[in-house]
C-alpha cells in the first residue's frame, strides 16, 4: 500500500496543518493517524529506492494544529491559535450538523447549530489567514447545502457562504456529496472539490453480506427521488444491475417544516420481487422519506432493503428506524462517520459505518503535495476491483 502515497520528488506545497474544530476532533484524529502513517509509509520506500527526503515537518507524530474557539458568558466567541501557522498549508476541518456540544449564554444552556459552527470556522480561518501559505476548508456537510436555489424570494444561502469563505482568502473547499454540486458555479474561480463514498458504501455493505449476489436477476439500485438519479445510476452502472426510482408527489398547498408534504411515492421500474435493493441518497433526514421508499419496496415483495445514504441526521430520533427493521421494512442502513453519529445509533443492530478516514487522508496528502486528484474523485476502477474480488470468492480481501 505504500507505492499509493509516495509521490517520488513532488514535495508538499508547504508543512502540513489540520485545523480541527471541536465538531470534528475525532474523525481528525483518524485522519491525522492515515497522514502519519503514509508518511512513514513514504520514507522508508525512498530510503529502498536509495533516494531521501529533506523536508520541514514532514515526518511528525500529529499534524494537528493546536486551535480552540472559546466563548464568553454572552455566547460570543474567538478564535485562538497556540502555534505558529507561518508558511503552512492549513486544512480546516468542520462539521456543521454536530449538535452535541453545548455552551452558555447568560446562564442558559444552548447547543451548537450549524450557524455556530460555521462562525467558528471564520473564527479559526480569520486567526490564520494572514501568515498561512494556504488556508483550505474541509467541511463534510456542505453548509446550508440544502438552500442551493431560489425558487421565490429567498436567500441563496449556500453561495453567500462559499463567497464569503473565498473573500477571506480560502483557496480550496473540499466537500462530500454535495446536495447539489452546481452550487460551486457561486466561485467558478476557485477550488470546490466534491467526492462521493460510493466505494466506501459497496465495501460495507459486501463486508455485512459475504454471500450477497449483484446480478440483474438479484439485485437493484432505487433512487428514492429524481434529485438522487446521478447516484443510482452510476452505482448500478458499476454494479451492472438495472435501477428504479420513486417520484415524491407532494401537496404544493401546504407548507409543512419549510417544506411541502409528500403525498405518496410512486415507483418507476421493473419489478423488484424477490431481489435485494439498494436505495442510495446523500442524507437521512428525518428519514420519513426513506422509510416510506423501503416500506413500499417491501410491500413490491422486495428480499433484502439495504440504505445507503452518505450522512446519517436523524433530526427525528432512531425510534421509527426501530420499527421498520421490526417489522422487516429495512435490513441494514448503511452512512459514513463524515458527521456527528450518537453512540446509541452505533449501537443500533441495523446500523453499519462506512468508514471515510483513509480517503480523507489521502486527499489532504495529494492536496497538501498538489499532486493529482482525479482517481479519487473518480473510484470507478476500486468499485470495479473489490467487485472482481468478490465475485471470485476472495471474501478476504473484500472484508478489509
Known amino acids: 500500500m505504500a507505492n499509493n502515497y509516495v509521490f517520488n ?15 470534528c476532533r475525532e474523525l481528525a484524529q483518524k485522519v491525522n493517524d492515515h497522514i502519519v502513517g503514509f508518511r512513514r509509509n513514504d520514507i522508508e520506500e525512498l530510503k529502498k529506492r536509495e ?11 500529529s499534524y494537528l494544529l493546536d486551535c480552540k474557539c472559546p466563548r464568553f458568558g454572552s455566547g460570543e466567541a474567538k478564535g485562538v491559535i497556540n502555534e505558529s501557522v507561518r508558511g503552512t498549508d492549513i486544512f480546516a476541518m468542520v462539521d456543521v450538523t454536530n449538535y452535541s456540544i453545548p455552551y ?31 488556508v483550505n476548508v474541509i467541511m463534510p456537510f456542505l453548509y446550508e447545502s440544502r438552500q442551493h436555489k431560489r425558487t421565490k424570494r429567498e ?32 466561485i467558478p474561480l476557485n477550488g470546490f472539490d466534491n467526492f462521493m463514498p460510493t466505494y466506501q458504501f459497496v465495501k460495507a455493505f459486501l463486508k455485512h453480506y459475504p454471500n450477497l449476489k449483484i446480478n440483474k436477476d438479484s439485485f437493484m439500485v432505487i433512487s428514492p427521488d429524481e434529485g438522487a438519479m446521478d447516484r443510482a445510476v452510476y ?5 451492472s444491475v438495472d435501477m428504479g426510482m420513486f417520484y415524491k408527489r407532494r401537496d404544493y398547498s401546504r407548507v409543512v417544516d ?18 435485494t435493493v439498494l436505495i442510495v441518497d446523500d442524507m437521512i433526514s428525518s428519514g420519513e ?5 423501503a416500506k413500499a419496496l417491501k410491500e413490491r415483495k422486495a428480499d433484502k432493503v439495504i440504505v445507503c445514504c452518505t450522512f446519517g441526521l436523524f433530526t427525528s430520533g432512531l425510534s421509527k428506524f426501530d420499527d421498520y427493521y421490526s417489522k422487516g421494512y429495512i435490513d441494514l442502513v448503511v452512512t459514513t462517520n463524515l458527521n456527528y453519529r450518537p453512540k446509541e445509533l452505533l449501537d443500533r443492530e441495523w446500523y453499519v459505518e462506512a468508514d471515510i478516514s483513509k480517503y480523507m487522508a489521502a486527499i489532504i496528502n495529494s492536496l497538501n503535495h498538489d499532486v493529482s486528484i482525479s482517481t479519487a474523485l473518480n473510484p470507478t476502477a476500486k468499485i470495479q476491483n473489490i467487485l472482481k474480488k468478490f465475485h471470485s470468492n476472495d471474501r478476504c480481501e473484500t472484508t478489509r
Not at 533516494?51 to 507524530?61: I, K, M
Not at 480561518?125 to 494572514?130: L, P, T
Not at 452505482?235 to 454494479?239: F, V
Not at 422519506?289 to 421508499?293: A, E, I, K, Y
Request: one cysteine or more.
Open 51 to 61: 533516494a531521501d527526503l529533506h523536508y520541514r515537518g514532514y515526518d511528525v507524530d
Open 235 to 239: 452505482l448500478a452502472n458499476n454494479l
Open 289 to 293: 422519506s426513506m422509510l416510506d421508499t
Open 258 to 275: 419549510g417544506r411541502n408534504p409528500i403525498v405518496a411515492h410512486e415507483f418507476l421500474g421493473s419489478s423488484v420481487e424477490g431481489k
Open 104 to 134: 452558555t449564554v447568560n446562564g442558559y444552556t444552548n447547543h451548537m447549530s450549524p450557524d455556530d459552527h460555521f462562525q467558528d470556522l471564520k473564527r479559526i480561518i480569520g486567526a490564520c489567514s494572514a501568515t498561512a501559505h494556504r
Open 155 to 186: 436567500s441563496l444561502d449556500c453561495a453567500m457562504a462559499l463567497e464569503e469563505l473565498v473573500n477571506m482568502g480560502v483557496s480550496n473547499i473540499i466537500t462530500f456529496d454535495a446536495h447539489d454540486p452546481r452550487v460551486q458555479n457561486a
Open 9 to 23: 520528488d513532488q514535495l508538499p506545497v508547504a508543512p502540513l496543518k489540520i485545523a480541527a474544530l471541536e465538531s
